[in-house]
């Protein structure tokens, strides 16, 4: 197995986006989010499990003050998509007025997101804005990405917090699945 390769399942995954370059992209990111919420006192929401890693480091890098919670949204078992399920952690009540950030790991077809945005847009907070580390899309039902990382192709990508079967979250840089070598 080469060191820039995970093989898993019959499954070829190659690397993809190294960690620093995710760094570099997350202090890009950091000075927008510094220049938007300066004074604002956001609540930035990660949704579980693949948000941690970038939430964590994205965070690290802000200087704004912050409240942090989290939603569990389930829809994925392996690489198929199936039936969404989202958990709510906190009091709703908590979202109303407040500068609400959520915080995501991938957004590939949108289902997730949108049915975030639309459940949480319920609880009448004063703005809602989306910071997703890769995007396979650029807007999903009239919902825009506010803050993307990185624009990739539609390859499953697993690594920082993207897993296959909840495994390899804790790889450092980001691989995708190789299609054509078998
Ligand atoms: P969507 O609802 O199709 O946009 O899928 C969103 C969720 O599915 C993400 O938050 C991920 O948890 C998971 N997901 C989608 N694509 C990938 C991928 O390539 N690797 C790992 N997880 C993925
Ligand atoms: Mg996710």
Redesign the pocket.
Known sequence: MKDDQIIIDDLIFEKYIQENDVYQRNVELSKELNDFYKDKNPLVIG?L???IYFMMDILNLCDFDYSVDFIR????KG?E?TK?NIEYFSDKKLIENKYILIV????????????IYKKLSTCKPKNIKII?L?S??ES?DEIDIDWCGFK?EN????GYG???NNLFRNLKDIY??NEEEK
Not at 73 to 76: D, G, N, P
Not at 155 to 158: A, L, N, P, Q, T
């Open positions: 949704v499990n693949g948000c949204a389930k829809s994925y690489m998509s969404l995501e790991d991938i957004i590939d077809s949108g289902k997730t997101i949108s049915n997703s890769l396979k899309v999903v990739i390859k499953y990508v697993i993207l897993d296959y995708k699945l």
